[in-house]
C-alpha cells in the first residue's frame, strides 16, 4: 500500500550508518550536502556515527532517541541495516530512506552515485511513501512479550544443524500440515525476496496483504508454500515433543520455545514506511536483482 505525498518537507534529519568506513564517509557527504543546501535543517546521529561529525547542527544519542527527535530517518548500508532499523522506528511512524552500500537493496534505494541529485528530490517533495507490512510473534506462555519481523520469522530445531523439525501448522484455528523440514518460514511480502526465496517460496507484491508460510527443505515433496490472508493467525506447534526449538527474527533475534509451547503470529497493527523517490519502479528493482531475461 502506498501514500502519495509530494508537499512535505523535512528539517529534523535523522541518521544511521553501519559502522563501516564506507558509511562513515556517506553520512559526513550527505550532512555537508543538506547543511549547505537546506540550512534549516537539523541533524539527529546514532552514537555509531558521532566521530565523523562535528557541528552544532547535529546532535548525537542513541538510535532509540534519534527516532523520537526526527520526522525522516536516513538509513546508510544494506538492508540488513535498514531492517535492524526497523525494530525502533516503527513506533513512531516515522518515515525512513534508505541509502544502499550493500549487495541487494530490495529496501535501500538510493546509489551513493546518485546522493545528491535523488536527496534534493526527496527533500523537494518528490517522493512517496510506502506501507510495508510487518508481523508479530510470541510465545503462548508469555502473551506479552512479543517480536516484531520485517522480513520472517523462522522456526527451527535448537540444537545440530541439518537436523529435521516436526512442526504442526493451524490457520485460524483450522489444522494444516504436520511439517517435517528443515525448518519453516512465515514471511512478509518483503521478506519474499530474502530467505523464502532462497527456499523456493513465490514472491509475493508489497502492495498485497499477505503472509507466507514457507518449508525449508521440506521431507514431503508433495508441501509447497502457502500464501495466506494478511488476517491470517498462524499458530506452530511441536509434533516431537522431545526436540527443542527457536524461532529466529529477521536472522537476528533468537527464541527458545519448549516442547509444550506454541508459536503465535499474525500481521502486526503498525506499518513500516518506506521513502522512495517519485522514479522507484518495483518491477524495475526486481528485474536488475534478479537478473531477469540475461
Given at each position: 500500500m502506498?501514500?502519495?505525498?509530494?508537499?512535505?518537507?523535512?528539517?529534523?534529519?535523522?541518521?544511521?550508518?553501519?559502522?563501516?568506513?564506507?558509511?562513515?564517509s556517506?553520512?559526513?557527504?550527505?550532512?555537508?550536502?543538506?547543511?549547505?543546501?537546506?540550512?534549516?535543517?537539523?541533524?539527529?546521529?546514532?552514537?555509531?556515527?558521532?566521530?565523523?561529525?562535528?557541528?552544532?547542527?547535529?546532535?548525537?544519542?542513541?538510535?532509540?532517541?534519534?527516532?523520537?527527535?526526527?520526522?525522516?530517518?536516513?538509513?546508510?548500508?544494506?538492508?540488513?541495516?535498514?531492517?535492524?532499523?526497523?525494530?525502533?522506528?516503527?513506533?513512531?511512524?516515522?518515515?525512513?530512506?534508505?541509502?544502499?552500500?550493500?549487495?541487494?537493496?530490495?529496501?535501500?534505494?538510493?546509489?551513493?552515485?546518485?546522493?545528491?541529485?535523488?536527496?534534493?528530490?526527496?527533500?523537494?517533495?518528490?517522493?512517496?511513501?510506502?506501507?510495508?507490512?510487518?508481523?508479530?510473534?510470541?510465545?503462548?506462555?508469555?502473551?506479552?512479550?512479543?517480536?516484531?519481523?520485517?522480513?520472517?520469522?523462522?522456526?527451527?530445531?535448537?540444537?545440530?544443524?541439518g537436523l529435521?523439525?516436526?512442526?504442526?501448522?493451524?490457520?485460524?484455528?483450522?489444522y494444516?500440515?504436520?511439517?517435517?523440514?528443515?525448518?519453516?518460514?512465515?514471511?512478509?511480502?518483503?521478506?519474499?525476496?530474502?530467505?523464502?526465496?532462497?527456499?523456493?517460496?513465490?514472491?509475493?507484491?508489497?502492495?498485497?496483504?499477505?503472509?507466507?508460510?514457507?518449508?525449508?527443505?521440506?521431507?514431503?515433496?508433495?508441501?509447497?508454500?502457502?500464501?495466506?490472508?494478511?488476517?491470517?493467525?498462524?499458530?506452530?506447534?511441536?509434533?516431537?515433543?522431545?526436540?527443542?526449538?527457536?524461532?529466529?527474527?529477521?536472522?537476528?533475534?533468537?527464541?527458545?520455545?519448549?516442547?509444550?509451547?506454541?508459536?503465535?503470529?499474525?500481521?502486526?497493527?503498525?506499518?513500516?514506511?518506506?521513502?522512495?523517490p517519485?522514479?522507484?519502479?518495483?518491477?524495475?528493482?526486481?528485474?536488475?536483482?534478479?537478473?531477469?531475461?540475461?
Amino acid at each position: 500500500m502506498s501514500i502519495a505525498i509530494t508537499s512535505k518537507k523535512f528539517t529534523r534529519i535523522g541518521i544511521t550508518a553501519r559502522k563501516l568506513p564506507a558509511a562513515r564517509s556517506t553520512a559526513q557527504r550527505l550532512i555537508t550536502y543538506l547543511s549547505i543546501e537546506y540550512p534549516e535543517c537539523r541533524f539527529v546521529v546514532n552514537e555509531d556515527i558521532q566521530e565523523v561529525v562535528a557541528s552544532s547542527r547535529i546532535k548525537k544519542t542513541s538510535l532509540s532517541q534519534v527516532c523520537a527527535e526526527v520526522d525522516l530517518m536516513i538509513c546508510i548500508g544494506g538492508d540488513g541495516t535498514l531492517i535492524n532499523t526497523s525494530r525502533f522506528i516503527y513506533q513512531y511512524h516515522l518515515p525512513v530512506l534508505g541509502i544502499n552500500l550493500g549487495h541487494l537493496g530490495y529496501l535501500t534505494d538510493i546509489s551513493p552515485n546518485e546522493l545528491e541529485p535523488e536527496i534534493k528530490k526527496i527533500m523537494d517533495g518528490q517522493f512517496w511513501i510506502e506501507r510495508r507490512q510487518m508481523l508479530s510473534a510470541y510465545i503462548d506462555s508469555k502473551p506479552d512479550e512479543k517480536f516484531l519481523a520485517l522480513n520472517e520469522f523462522q522456526i527451527s530445531r535448537k540444537y545440530g544443524r541439518g537436523l529435521m523439525t516436526d512442526l504442526e501448522v493451524y490457520v485460524d484455528g483450522h489444522y494444516v500440515v504436520r511439517q517435517r523440514s528443515d525448518g519453516l518460514l512465515i514471511t512478509t511480502p518483503t521478506g519474499s525476496t530474502a530467505y523464502s526465496l532462497a527456499a523456493g517460496g513465490p514472491i509475493i507484491s508489497p502492495q498485497l496483504d499477505a503472509i507466507g508460510i514457507t518449508p525449508i527443505c521440506p521431507h514431503t515433496l508433495t508441501y509447497r508454500p502457502i500464501v495466506l490472508s494478511g488476517q491470517s493467525k498462524i499458530e506452530i506447534i511441536p509434533h516431537n515433543k522431545q526436540q527443542k526449538n527457536l524461532c529466529i527474527v529477521d536472522g537476528r533475534d533468537v527464541i527458545s520455545f519448549t516442547n509444550s509451547e506454541r508459536v503465535m503470529i499474525e500481521k502486526h497493527h503498525t506499518d513500516l514506511l518506506l521513502v522512495h523517490p517519485n522514479s522507484h519502479d518495483e518491477f524495475k528493482v526486481l528485474s536488475s536483482k534478479l537478473g531477469w531475461g540475461e
